[in-house]
């Protein structure tokens, strides 16, 4: 699912985190171009309460730190695509968490904005890196909860955008059937039509 600027559609909040930067039809897309970027996400993908964000984007508007944040952000998700890649780059991935999970916890609160029930961050008058801890938490519940086998990345060559595959879903191949199974169905019907064509001609 599309939200905005990002894509909801790895089952996993730490994933659509890691799909925050993705290939779109072979070109590579950086969401998080800025700190209200990271907010929009945060928002977004229900770590923040729709309310604490817009708090957020007031308060946090002119500190100097936010650019710091979004670094601190990216290389953390740069470090959780690596081990997704490659299960050798788990202690690097372990000491980054770590390293962030030292920072003041933010508050939670226990929300129910639609039909389920959501674990969300209350930031309230913490500093923007409260944003990482929660972010880290995410990806520390990948690492340690998620059974690594039904993590995925999209089966198509112009898509990096990584997903859970579970239940009746666990057969998965697409990021999303409206993405890129659509993509895949409409090349595959090309595919086939030229060579009937092709056939016909000869």
């Given amino acids: 699912m599309a939200a905005g600027d990002f894509l909801f559609l790895g089952a996993h909040r730490a994933l659509d985190f890691v799909n925050t930067r993705t290939i779109d039809r072979g ?26 964000a817009e708090v957020a984007f007031a308060r946090w508007a002119a500190l100097p730190e936010r650019a710091q944040v979004v670094a601190d952000a990216i290389a953390l998700r740069e470090a959780v695509r690596g081990w997704l890649g490659d299960a050798s780059a788990f202690p690097a991935l372990a000491a980054l968490l770590e390293a962030h999970l030292a920072q003041p916890a933010p508050r939670v609160r226990i929300a129910r904005p ?3 029930i959501v674990r969300q961050a209350w930031i309230g008058d913490g500093a923007p890196a409260t944003l990482l801890r929660a972010i ?26 990584w997903f859970q595959a579970t239940g009746r879903a666990q057969d998965r191949a697409w990021c999303s059937q409206e993405r890129c ?20 001609r000869d």
């Fill in 136 to 161: 880290a938490e995410d990806a520390t519940a990948l690492l340690c909860d998620v059974d690594r086998r039904t993590v995925r990345r999209c089966a198509s060559a112009e898509c990096e955008a």
């Fill in 181 to 200: 199974g659509h993509r895949h169905r409409n090349a595959a019907y090309e595919r086939t039509r030229r060579r009937a064509t092709a056939r016909y």
């Fill in 27 to 52: 070109r590579p897309v950086e969401r998080l171009t800025d700190f209200d970027a990271l907010l929009r996400f945060a928002r977004g993908a229900r770590l923040l309460p729709a309310a604490d």
């Fill in 114 to 116: 639609e039909a389920r």
